[in-house]
């Protein structure tokens, strides 16, 4: 094996693809103009729920620069779009799937929702004419409440009339009821998971283009998952064939989830392109953002965590209604499910687990996967019922959590799945030591002396990555495989170009992927390229999602090096007339064991290309490798988290005074890189806890946050800095050990936050976000 | 109820045409681009970013928001960091810009985009151009500013990836002075 005191595995390397994202040359889908260029605006619905009587175009349509506009009456012959992932009721029987239409056909159903597509010369052309457009719309009653969709006298859809999607249910609950039957206690909470708006900093964008030369389409759209994105489009809605549709991501600035689905735009523009003969681009402005990427979250839910007199877990049961929105978008069914409550278990040998799932429609904007995508809304539960629960019990909330720690691995839990490793207690231990909880009584009483309060608070989270194997995520509704494919191109003169389906909008997969080529192949990282987000040169793919890039991705780029390392093990021994199980590759050279005889990859990469002495009887020239990996099982990644916080009860503004976390993501390939991806998970959910609230008019449907004035996003002066760490229980089945780390901070940190502000406030419950306002209501006793 | 002219954005009920579309007029300007000048014919309604990014193809200026709340459009005009969709390129007329394009000297990086680099200081690179101008002008008006004063500072910067903790760290080690590792 490569001598590991050389490799760049575990090094903090600097980013290669830094240099162009600071001078300005970072290429995002908006960047892209295509010859003979032309653009798209979506004219969208101003109401929540409407029938559309008429449309009348003819006025738009012979405004300058016009070259078509379409509605859904064009689109006859086009399908719906797909939901990813089938989830059955209670009685077995199928979810409902209402039509999802690309553009409106008879009805709208959130505000925002498409009508039609206006393409012109330039933008502005398209965004005058589509002013010119009359819709004559009959309003109906928006269904806005997610507790009540049953008797809202108002259907999403038709055929739907009671506005629930599925009702599903999970673990076993007679043995819940069983355990609740003998509990010396019992803790109680309802709370809300509120509605977020994920809001990548670049606004989705996509640019279509037709040629007849070829009956080629080429489309650039800010998207995490390029090979899905064409999958869905072709195979479910457009019926062509995928070799006939080219999907490029390039750069994509930040997606949380929001660009993994297959969205209405992508497919209207695709379609439109053959109609119009040019190019079309269509980028988001923000406000279209804010009504039309999906939103997050969105849970009402009821918990309930039964325990002995000595504060060990008996059994949780959970209900809770999950939000899907106007329209099922690509995983909407299986966040509030198979990500939600197999999850439920959290850290804790909790020995009976029940949870029933009601999935609704509402008149808002399709909901989906957001950064953990159900695994925070699991830790949100556990946690915050778990630390209410050791103060009803006045127990210690570091202790009841020790004493109920699952310690033998592997384990299997009540609710479908089987940890391979951990040790929850090393993670605890070590951020108690780093958060000084020891000096914490003495900065409550500083705090007290300046009459503010202060508060602290838990969370021991884990999660779920490396999503998924296929066969399991099959057996759970799963439409598609959730494998991954890598490829590895060794060039004659021994660098090496890998395509990679994974794809980085963030996450710096360039540099970290090449970190581990490099090592395995003994090379500079310099001569390891890694391409990613374009169908036309990358095999196949599933995509980024999931903290599986690594985990998954990797994976399959390490077994296609394997394959790499294997012929090439062959051509050496060729060369060096020895036996192919006499060579060993080392320190990027071929030897022949127990010898001093040795050739450079260079040399074994040459003679693939240049056969003349060459065993070309039992060997191709080349050296090409391609690999699938499907892995084995999810992974585990887990932390522990300690949030202080700082109240002004004048005010009720609130400060994070310490954010301490430590996470056991198993091996780390770039510390430097682990850490940003920790930072920006914990501003993401202490955004949630503090800050951000997607809010509706409950009567009209209007989104109220739908912009940056009005939809808080955390800010700088709303942070502190972080102290964090590691520890390492390296995954069991994947060859890096590792586990994924890019939604552990958005996971664990709003309990931990709520956790400390109701400690601080001395309250049972406070919701998210915890505006000023609701923290100074609960400070002075306000309702 | 009956709506016409709907959109998402405009106002129920309103009919009245656009006057810009109906009058087609335009507008010459001329500027300063990273040391050179342009000139430039553009609809009224264009905005400097617009301009930026369009016209000039100086596509390193982002666009973020549509209410001048994120700040990935920061430019700097005449030595002043500003959001450069919120003002029209009209009245850039007369000015001298600098982009991200701009604020490298010959092929090296400017002392702040060297410090992001080498702090992390930014993942998927979109609001970076629009912090990087922004962290330079905070720098230049308060050299010695605090990390109380930093985070103030970049407030009118929205980044969604680093949780701004590198970001800090970036400006920090630029007002350090210490040498970043080399690229």
Redesign the interface.
């Known amino acids: 094996m490569t001598d590991m005191s050389n490799s760049p595995i575990g090094k903090p390397l600097?980013?290669r693809?830094?240099?162009?994202?600071?001078?300005?040359?970072?290429?995002?889908t908006?960047?892209v103009?295509l010859h003979n260029q032309s653009y798209g605006v979506f004219?969208?619905?101003?109401y929540a729920h409407a029938r559309i009587k008429s449309i009348k175009l003819d006025a738009a349509k012979a405004?300058?620069g016009v070259l078509n506009i379409f509605t859904g009456a064009d689109m006859a012959g086009v399908g719906g779009l797909p939901c990813g992932w089938l989830i059955h009721n209670k009685d077995g029987t199928p979810m409902k799937e209402p039509a999802h239409p690309v553009l409106a056909k008879d009805k709208v159903r959130h505000?925002?929702d498409q009508v039609a597509l206006v393409v012109a010369e330039t933008w502005?052309?398209a965004k005058?004419a589509?002013?010119?457009?009359?819709?004559?719309?009959?309003?109906l009653k928006p269904v806005m409440d997610i507790t009540s969709v049953e008797a809202a006298g108002s259907a999403v859809h038709d055929d739907v009339p009671n506005n629930v999607c599925y009702d599903w249910g999970h673990g076993d609950k007679a043995a819940v009821d069983a355990a609740f039957a003998k509990a010396a206690h019992v803790t109680k909470l309802s709370f809300i998971n509120n509605r977020l708006i994920p809001?990548?900093?670049?606004?989705r964008a996509a640019n279509a283009h037709y040629t007849k030369h070829d009956g080629q389409y080429t489309l650039y759209v800010a998207n995490q998952n390029p090979h899905v994105e064409r999958l869905l489009m072709c195979a479910f809605v457009l019926g062509l064939p995928e070799s006939k549709v080219r999907v490029i991501a390039p750069?994509?600035?930040?997606g949380?989830g929001s660009k993994i689905f297959l969205y209405p735009e992508d497919v209207a523009l695709v379609w439109a392109s053959k109609q119009v003969g040019r190019p079309i681009k269509w980028?988001a402005?923000?406000?279209?953002s804010f009504?039309t990427d999906a939103h997050g979250r969105d849970h009402a839910s009821t918990a309930e965590l039964a325990l002995d007199a000595q504060g060990n877990f008996l059994a949780l049961k959970v209900s809770t209604v999950a939000n899907m929105g106007a329209y099922l978008s690509t995983f909407a069914s299986a966040v509030p499910t198979i990500l939600y409550a197999t999850l439920l278990a959290g850290q804790y040998k909790t020995p009976a687990i029940y949870a029933e799932v009601k999935a609704v429609f509402t008149n808002t904007a399709p909901v989906d996967a957001y950064r953990g995508a159900g695994r925070p809304e699991a830790t949100y539960l556990v946690e915050r019922i778990v630390e209410t629960a050791a103060r009803d019990m006045k127990m210690d909330p570091a202790q009841i959590r020790r004493q109920n720690f699952i310690t033998q691995f592997p384990y299997a839990t009540p609710v479908g799945l089987t940890y391979d490793t951990g040790d929850y207690a090393a993670h605890l231990d070590k951020a108690i030591a780093l958060a000084d909880v020891a000096g914490y009584p003495a900065r409550k009483a500083a705090s007290a002396a300046k009459g503010r309060k202060r508060g602290i608070g838990y969370s021991c989270y884990i999660e779920a990555c490396g999503i998924a194997p296929s066969n399991i995520a099959g057996a759970l509704g799963a439409r598609a495989g959730l494998f991954e494919a890598g490829e590895v191109r060794v060039h004659p003169t021994g660098t090496v170009t890998v395509f990679t389906g994974s794809h980085s909008?963030?996450?710096?997969h360039e540099t970290t992927f090449a970190q581990v080529v490099a090592a395995k192949l003994g090379m500079p990282v310099e001569n390891v390229e890694i391409v990613h987000g374009d169908t036309g040169r990358i095999p196949f793919g599933m995509g980024t999602y999931g903290s599986r890039s690594l985990a998954v991705g990797g994976t399959a780029i390490i077994k296609a090096v394997d394959k790499v390392i294997a012929k090439g093990k062959k051509i050496a021994a060729h060369l060096l007339e020895a036996a192919d199980t006499d060579i060993e590759f080392e320190n990027g050279e071929f030897k022949v064991k127990g010898t001093d005889k040795k050739l450079p990859f260079g040399a074994v990469s040459l003679t693939a290309y240049v056969p003349h002495n060459f065993p070309l009887d039992k060997l191709e020239p080349g050296l090409n490798e391609n690999a699938f990996y499907d892995p084995t099982n999810f992974t585990y990644p887990s932390g522990s988290y300690v949030c202080e916080v700082e109240v002004d009860p004048e005010t009720g503004r609130t400060t994070v005074e310490k954010f301490t976390a430590v996470d056991d993501f198993g091996n780390i390939v770039n510390p430097?890189?682990v850490?940003?991806q920790v930072?920006?998970?914990?501003?993401?959910g202490l955004g949630q806890a503090m800050l951000e609230g997607c809010s509706y008019d409950p009567e009209s449907g209007q989104l109220l946050t739908g912009?940056?004035?009005d939809y808080a996003?955390?800010?700088?002066?709303d942070?502190p800095?972080?102290q964090i760490d590691h520890t390492n229980t390296p995954c069991t089945h994947n060859p890096l050990g590792v586990k994924g780390c890019g939604e552990a901070?958005a996971i664990g940190s709003p309990p931990a936050f709520i956790n400390a502000l109701t400690d601080a406030l001395g309250v049972r419950d406070i919701a998210m976000p915890a505006t000023a306002e609701r923290v100074w209501r609960a400070a002075n006793g306000i309702a | 109820m009956h709506l016409d002219n709907a959109s998402a954005s405009g106002a129920s009920g309103r009919v009245t045409q656009n006057p810009w579309r109906r009058h087609q007029v335009s507008i010459a300007i001329s500027l300063t681009v990273n040391g050179k000048a342009v000139q430039a014919t553009v609809d009224p309604r264009t905005l400097l970013v617009q301009l930026i990014r369009e016209q000039l193809q100086l596509t390193g200026t982002h666009v973020g928001c549509d209410t001048a709340q994120c700040g990935a459009c920061t430019v700097h005009m005449n030595g002043r960091a500003v959001k450069s969709c919120s003002m029209l390129a009209a009245q850039a007329q007369g000015a001298s810009i600098t982009t991200i394009e701009g604020l490298s000297q010959d092929g090296t990086l400017h002392p702040m985009q060297a410090a992001f680099r080498e702090c992390h200081g930014l993942q998927c690179g979109y609001c970076t151009p629009g912090m990087v101008m922004s962290a330079v002008q905070l720098l230049a008006d308060n050299p010695k500013a605090s990390e109380t004063e930093i985070r103030e500072g970049l407030e009118g910067n929205i980044c969604r990836c680093t949780g701004y903790h590198n970001i800090v760290k970036a400006v920090q080690f630029c007002q350090s002075g210490k040498q970043p590792t080399a690229a």
């Open positions: 600097l980013r693809e830094d240099a162009r994202f600071l001078t300005g040359a970072g290429q995002y908006d960047d103009v004219l969208r619905s101003p405004a300058p505000v925002g502005l052309q005058d589509a002013e010119l457009i009359e819709v004559d719309y009959e309003e809001n990548a900093m670049e606004p750069d994509v600035g930040g949380f980028t402005e923000r406000s279209e009504l909008h963030g996450q710096g430097m890189i850490a940003g930072h920006g998970g914990i501003a993401q912009s940056f004035m996003m955390p800010r700088a002066d942070l800095s972080f901070g």
